[in-house]
């Protein structure tokens, strides 16, 4: 079993900042994918990012330019830097672990708002 821990969550003015992350614990590979996703009330969830352990990473059109994801293999934690918040980022955002199955975290609220 793998265990998610999210942190970082909140609230924050459009053009803020705000970082996320995301430890990993358990019966955890360091080859996993990596990454965070993203629902808004009334959606779907959505990808936000994912980086490989080779730290090949892949984002969402929407976030291109303003996220940057990272992780530490050693700690087998991931991060999410938003930058240039918009309201349209107001979403809860779980974290996700991919190694031979998937699992999720229980997500933390990030709210854009002024």
């Known amino acids: 079993q793998v265990h998610l821990v999210e942190s970082g969550g909140g609230l924050v003015q459009p053009g803020g900042s705000l970082a996320l992350s995301c430890a990993a614990s358990?019966?955890?590979?360091?080859?996993?994918?990596m990454g965070w996703y993203r629902q808004a009330p009334g959606k779907q969830r959505d990808l936000v990012a994912t980086?490989?352990?080779?730290?090949?990473?892949r984002y969402a059109d929407s976030v291109k330019g303003r996220f940057t994801i990272s992780r530490d293999n050693a700690k087998m934690t991931v991060y999410l830097q938003m930058n240039s918040r918009k309201p349209e980022d107001t979403a809860m955002y779980y974290c996700?672990?991919?190694?031979?199955?998937?699992?999720w975290g229980q997500g933390t609220q990030v709210t854009v708002s002024s």
């Open positions: 996700y672990y991919n190694y031979r199955g998937e699992y």
């Open positions: 358990g019966n955890i590979f360091r080859l996993s994918t």
């Open positions: 980086i490989t352990f080779s730290r090949s990473t």
